[in-house]
């Protein structure tokens, strides 16, 4: 039988709707803190990378001890899809944004603004404006040469999801070298909010597939 752990990320979020769930392991952002500890099952962290801090973060932490199946999520994820819910990816019936045993079944494809700088709205545009949206250090094509290392996908049939929640297997995730991650999350460590989210956000479907 598949071993299931369900990732989830938690700044002040009301994280209720968790239940009673087994193998749930909760990784607590913490300002100002700066060495990651457990108490009581969870697992604090610094409050850094928003979800892409702690997906990558739990990746690297547990490179040699990873479940057959790991659900990444935000502590809002209904934001994102409605009709998201644990019981649904413990019985192979996820139809989120996720990789369901094999198939990626994320129906919140976006449309693709390039390879160049992000192209920012709403919120994100009033975020990268008062600062509170470090800019990137390169354009996301850049990010892809330095990170993804893969070959650049034909930018109409791109494929990306609005919300960095998604399921991967073990196999999938260990097809690249811890290096690979740290790598990753270095661009994301030590800033709070920066663009770089974005790109990693981007580029879920092809770094784990």
Not at 42 to 69: E, F, Q, R, V
Not at 103 to 117: A, T, V, Y
Not at 173 to 201: A, C, M, P, R, W
């Amino acid at each position: 039988m598949d071993s299931l752990q369900v990732v989830v990320t938690r700044y002040k979020e009301n994280i209720t709707w968790l239940g009673n769930h087994d193998n749930v392991k909760i990784y607590q952002k913490v300002d100002n803190l700066q060495t990651p500890y457990i108490d009581s099952n969870i697992t604090y962290i610094p409050n850094y990378g928003k979800d892409a801090y702690t997906h990558l973060y739990h990746i690297i932490d547990n490179y040699n001890s990873l479940a057959d199946y790991t659900l990444f999520t935000q502590a809002t994820p209904h934001e994102h899809d409605p009709q998201f819910t644990i019981e649904k990816f413990k019985n192979k019936e996820f139809l989120g944004v996720c990789e369901r045993y094999g198939n990626w079944c994320g129906d919140l494809n976006m449309p693709f603004h390039g390879w160049g700088r992000i192209i920012h709205h709403d919120k994100w545009l009033k975020e990268i404006q008062s600062g509170e949206l470090t800019p990137a250090k390169t354009t996301y094509g850049e990010y892809w040469d330095l990170y993804i290392k893969k070959p650049k996908p034909d930018p109409n049939t791109m494929i990306w999801y609005h919300g960095i929640i998604f399921s991967a297997s073990r196999e999938k995730i260990l097809q690249h070298n811890k290096q690979y991650y740290i790598d990753l999350l270095s661009t994301v460590d030590g800033v709070k909010n920066n663009e770089e989210i974005h790109y990693f956000e981007r580029s879920i479907h092809y770094i784990f597939n």
